[in-house]
């Protein structure tokens, strides 16, 4: 009695103290909602159009530079109140400049919010995001995010346009690289994972900053994987797939969103009124701000929607865009579409509001300088323990995709190996295509790794990925031609007892502006993995790339494969620390390796066909050149333990809650990390469902021998779905439910409800 008397106190405490805080953090809003009123009232349109203005730095990052002339106005522009925010400047002495600009000599001293993209980190670089969401490792995601925030923040930055939350089921995109891949449940998990990490539970703390989930919406399914190609999806993928990891984000209180280069259904995203301001505004309630991307407001245009910049600044104001990005869209017409009656001032005052607010959670109007300590700018980059969380998320990002007779991991006394490929002496790839703040070639390279196991290690090139420096602004060009030094890397082959290659994708070769019509080893690096494979079959194919590759040859016959994609800082350690078994690697795909374009999209949770199956006539859904099924599914990665399913239960006694649980044990002889993944197929609905839909997942650890009971609860946020309006159904029916290690292998069971 005693004790329940104890429990039930706790938790009259703990439901006053979370009262307490909720009132708390009412109060706290209604306070900042007071001083933005006020400070509201005190602005003159300009002054308050200015807000929503967004410039870059006076250099040139995504789009063209501004000219000199532009340059100059837009100084004005600063110290006339007429600047929100900036991006692209940082570094505490920068910032400090430019922000005493705008505080001490516009007429209202509104501080500048400042914002980057700091992707995957600022200047210690963890994984690119599609590869941290290979670590299904949430923890570890937020953990990274952090690092970003820390680092950030220290160097002046108090926003970043992060996460990106684009689901693409489509490789050829460069910016799969920058995304968590092609599944909502696990995009939606990922984006809540960074959005915590960025913003943690204070905002105005000297460590966190505001994220911007992005790109709203639809990006990721730009027609044939061309960058900023036009969208056109069905309202039942909008709302099934594109939107749930913007939705959790918001839930999250994610304080900003950024909408998208595409045009989506016929309008573009920027100027699209249905998206921005029934869907995110008014059904989810979003409070936060919604930036363009960079001069989307102005691509309008082009796009055929608005006639000139004028009207494109009306549209997208009416859409629900707030903030202009580098269009000067707003500062050059805002105020005389006012004038004419086309805008309302409350529509201004409703972004402006927005704007403000972010401010005062910031911080800003507290200290303007609160992100300008150049002391901690200097004693936060790249601190150890920051290295270290980049390790850690680096390892556990790492796939393991085929391992033939337990090739691997190395024996650590192993002699007389061979390193072959331009990517393993690479410092700069594992940085990724987005690395902020980096130094060029800081990474530590696959071959610099290696070598703190042995110097047994002798390198040859072979071949170089790239010709010339690339650049993140410039077409990088790939070697098609340069064989010169196969010669050397085949006859050190030939004098080896393995071969480690590392091969894939340039740094430069994956992110915005760089879609491919191919999949393959860039340029001669298959024929170099030919050439070597000819004289040494002992090969450990080390892939470094931004997005799945088709690497069917090398499937087929290299014995050992790892996906080692672009890992940041502490790639080559990562790297090494798996190849010999001290990390045991437990990543997962988050997205499908096709076998070729040709069959592209290709993500395994699509619809089933009438004819899905062989009947032995030409008459089923399928290629006469080509199976159905990919190279790699989607939730597949090896281990160097096996785990083995078993006893798949299903208690649907509770309706509303149906427990479906198995037993995973680790039938190998070394430890090692699991991930569980639940898969459900509602097999009758008014809207078709997909034939399987991750709705869980579990990431634990086991020794040799030990078990794991797995379990999960099946509620109607898992079992039901949004129709073309986005209401969210749940049916009574009949479903399949899989456990297993991947999309395509598991213990299967059926209920109904
Ligand atoms: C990208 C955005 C990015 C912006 C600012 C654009 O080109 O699409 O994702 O945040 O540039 O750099």
């Not at 960058?227 to 099934?240: F, K, P, S």
């Not at 201004?348 to 910031?362: H, Q, S």
């Not at 331009?422 to 703040?437: H, I, T």
């Not at 004289?535 to 016959?557: D, E, F, H, Q, Y």
Request: aromatic share 8%; hydrophobic share 40%; charged share 20%.
């Amino acid at each position: 009695r005693m004790r329940s008397y104890f429990i039930s106190m706790a938790s009259i405490f703990v439901a006053a103290v979370s009262l307490l805080t909720c009132q708390s953090n009412t109060a706290s809003r209604d306070a900042i909602d007071q001083r933005v009123d006020e400070l509201l009232a005190k602005m003159t349109l300009e002054e308050k159009i200015g807000q929503m203005n967004q410039y870059n730095g006076f250099w040139d990052v995504t789009g063209p530079a501004p000219n000199e002339e532009q340059a100059r106005k837009k100084y004005d522009h600063f110290k006339q109140g007429l600047v929100g925010s900036v991006l692209n400047v940082r570094g505490t002495a920068h910032v400090r400049k430019l922000q005493e600009l705008v505080v001490k000599e516009s007429r209202l001293g509104i501080p500048l919010i400042f914002g980057q993209d700091v992707i995957h980190g600022q200047e210690t670089i963890t994984p690119i995001p599609l590869a941290e969401a290979a670590s299904w490792d949430l923890a570890a995601i937020e953990k990274s995010a952090q690092v970003a925030a820390a680092e950030a923040a220290a160097i002046g930055l108090n926003w970043t346009f992060a996460p990106m939350i684009d689901i693409s089921r489509d490789p050829r995109w460069g910016r799969v690289m920058e995304g968590a891949g092609e599944d909502p449940y696990l995009g939606a998990k990922v984006a809540v994972a960074r959005v915590k990490g960025f913003q943690g539970n204070d905002l105005s703390a000297p460590n966190t900053i505001a994220a911007c989930a992005k790109h709203f919406a639809g990006y990721g399914f730009s027609e044939a994987g061309r960058d900023y190609n036009a969208v056109d999806i069905g309202a039942y993928t909008l709302h099934n797939v594109v939107l749930p990891p913007f939705k959790a984000a918001v839930d999250a209180d994610v304080k900003t969103v950024m909408n998208s280069f595409n045009v989506l259904n016929g309008v573009p995203a920027t100027g699209n009124k249905y998206l921005q301001r029934d869907i995110l505004k008014d059904r989810w309630k979003f409070n936060g701000l919604i930036v363009s991307d960079w001069a989307s407001i102005f691509e309008m245009i082009p796009h055929g929607h608005a006639r000139d910049l004028k009207q494109a600044a009306e549209l997208a104001i009416h859409a629900g865009n707030d903030m202009d990005m580098e269009s000067y869209a707003y500062v050059q017409h805002l105020k005389s579409l006012v004038e004419e009656g086309k805008v309302s001032e409350e529509q201004v005052n409703d972004a402006v509001r927005r704007i403000l607010r972010l401010k005062f959670e910031l911080g800003l109007f507290d200290d303007p300088y609160r992100y300008c300590d150049s002391v901690r700018e200097k004693s936060v980059l790249m601190q150890p323990d920051h290295l270290t969380a980049a390790l850690d998320v680096a390892r556990k990002s790492i796939v393991l995709l085929k391992n033939d007779r337990g090739f691997l991991p190395l024996n650590k006394a192993q002699k007389n190996i061979a390193v072959i490929g331009a990517l393993a002496a690479d410092k700069n790839s594992p940085l990724g295509n987005w690395r902020a703040g980096a130094d060029e070639n800081s990474a530590v390279s696959v071959l610099e790794g290696l070598q703190k196991y042995t110097l047994a290690i002798r390198y040859a090139k072979g071949a170089d990925v790239v010709v010339g420096k690339p650049e993140f602004i410039r077409e990088t060009a790939v070697n098609e031609t340069d064989s010169s030094g196969f010669r050397e890397a085949v006859a050190l082959a030939r004098q080896s007892d393995v071969v480690i290659m590392v091969l894939g994708e340039d740094g430069f070769l994956s992110g915005e502006g760089r879609s491919r019509t191919n999949l393959n080893l860039p340029g001669v690096q298959e024929r170099l993995l030919k050439a070597v494979h000819g004289v040494n079959k002992n090969i450990i194919l080390v892939l470094m790339n931004g997005r799945p590759l088709t690497i069917n040859w090398a499937n087929a016959n290299i014995p050992a494969i790892v996906e080692a994609w672009q890992l940041g800082t502490r790639s080559g350690d990562a790297i090494a620390q798996v190849l010999f078994g001290d990390y045991n690697p437990s990543g997962k795909l988050p997205m499908t390796f096709p076998k070729s374009v040709g069959q592209i999209p290709l993500y395994y949770n699509h619809f089933n066909t009438g004819r899905p199956d062989p009947t032995g006539l030409v008459f089923w859904s399928h290629y006469i050149d080509e199976t159905n099924e990919p190279l790699y599914p989607f939730g597949y990665g090896l281990s160097y333990s096996e785990f083995t399913y078993s006893d798949l239960k299903i208690d649907t006694t509770d309706r509303q809650a149906i427990n479906v649980s198995c037993t995973v044990t680790n039938t190998g002889r070394v430890a090692g990390e699991e991930v569980a993944q639940l898969y459900i197929r509602d097999r009758v609905s008014s809207l078709v469902r997909p034939v399987k839909e991750l709705k869980g997942f579990r990431k634990f650890s086991l020794e040799p021998g030990a078990s794991q009971n797995v379990q999960f609860v099946l509620t109607d946020a898992e079992l039901g779905f949004y129709d073309a309006d986005g209401q969210w159904l749940v049916e009574p029916g009949e479903f399949d439910v899989m456990i297993g290690t991947s999309s395509v292998k598991g213990l299967v069971g059926r209920f109904s409800r």
